[in-house]
């Protein structure tokens, strides 16, 4: 007759659950000392300038150019980039980390094409992204939502981005990032991005709000859309909060307390989805980024935007 093993006491048990819990600490220290530093976690998704400041020389921070302009302002971002930017940064392009074969303005790419090109730039799954654009926070929201749509929520927006950066007197190099490439791993989350056919259901179903970042005059169909031969006005039931009113005169954000007012005053229901839109998925990002600030989780960026909206000739418009 074989020999039974006695059963493990409760004490024993919970000693090794225990032990089991300090294992993330001993691990930290571990790497620490091989000389591998622990992860840095920003202090929130907007960092100051002063933090960056403190910590632009850390290895474990990868800081992002993300400016991006409307084509008829003939502006080229990748040249000012190489003319000042942040030091140690790197150009994120927009229309170029995109569906290429998409006749539609800087769709997101599928996430092979996005590990592939992120990994370029030099940057990792361990890395904090930190993104900034030359406006204040504009494109740099667009950059931040892209992070999040394949999985990395290991980022951040510089708050007043590169306009406060320069106001305050911080070094600014010039020329070309020459960054080493790294390993980037990228999984699409569906829950962040609308496409055409959701918000064409959505119409019916109403069970997200569609709230439009453009001014009021483009929706309201008085004022003539950038992109020629687009309709104006904007999606049935939509909502209006123009991106430009999220602001201090800084360009940083306004607090938690006032965001909330502006999209109160907007008529959002805070207790229920969200879609942002836009011109082309760009400003609908700052709304995003806005709503996320106050702690509401289920907003997502309709990525085709007015652009595809309003260039089908089936799909309703009201002015």
């Given amino acids: ?53 403190a910590h632009l020389m850390d290895p474990r921070v990868r800081v992002l150019d993300g400016t991006w302009h409307m084509p008829q302002l003939q502006r080229d971002p990748r040249r000012e980039f190489e003319d000042a930017h942040i030091p140690g940064a ?14 539609l303005p800087h769709m997101l790419p599928a996430a092979a094409q996005f590990a592939r090109q992120v990994g370029a730039l030099g ?8 993104v900034y654009d030359v406006r204040g926070v504009v494109s740099a929201a667009r950059v931040w939502w892209t992070f999040r749509v394949f999985g990395h929520d290991r980022v951040a927006v510089l708050d007043g981005g590169l306009r406060k950066w320069r106001a305050e007197g911080r070094p600014i190099e010039s020329g070309a990032a020459t ?50 031969g687009l309709r104006g006005g904007h999606i049935p039931g939509s909502l209006n909060l123009p ?9 940083t954000f306004l607090p938690p ?8 005053a907007a008529g959002v229901d805070l207790r229920k989805p969200v879609a ?19 702690g509401h989780k289920k907003v997502a960026v309709y990525d085709g935007s007015w652009t595809e909206w309003a260039g089908h000739s089936d799909t309703p418009v009201e002015p």
């Fill in 243 to 251: 991106y430009d009113m999220l602001y201090r005169p800084d360009a």
């Fill in 276 to 294: 942002t839109t836009c011109g082309s998925g760009v400003t609908a990002s700052v709304l995003a980024l806005g709503l996320h600030l106050i």
């Fill in 257 to 264: 307390d006032w965001l909330r007012q502006a999209f109160a």
């Fill in 90 to 103: 790197v150009f994120f392009d927009i229309d170029g980390i995109a569906d290429r074969a998409s006749s």
């Fill in 123 to 130: 940057i990792s799954n361990a890395d904090l992204v930190v």
């Fill in 1 to 53: 007759m074989g020999s039974r093993s006695r059963p493990r006491s409760p004490r024993r048990r919970a000693v090794k659950v225990a032990r089991k819990d300090k294992r993330p600490a001993r691990s930290a220290k571990r790497r620490a000392a091989r000389g591998k530093p622990a992860r840095l976690q920003a202090p929130g998704t907007l960092v100051s300038t002063e933090w960056l400041a």
């Fill in 179 to 228: 960054p080493t490439p790294r390993r980037f791993t990228a999984r699409r989350r569906l829950a962040l991005v609308r496409d055409l056919g959701q918000m064409r259901r959505n119409l019916e179903s109403r069970r997200e709000q569609t709230l439009d970042a453009r001014s009021r005059g483009r929706f309201a169909g008085t004022e003539p859309e950038p992109r020629a």
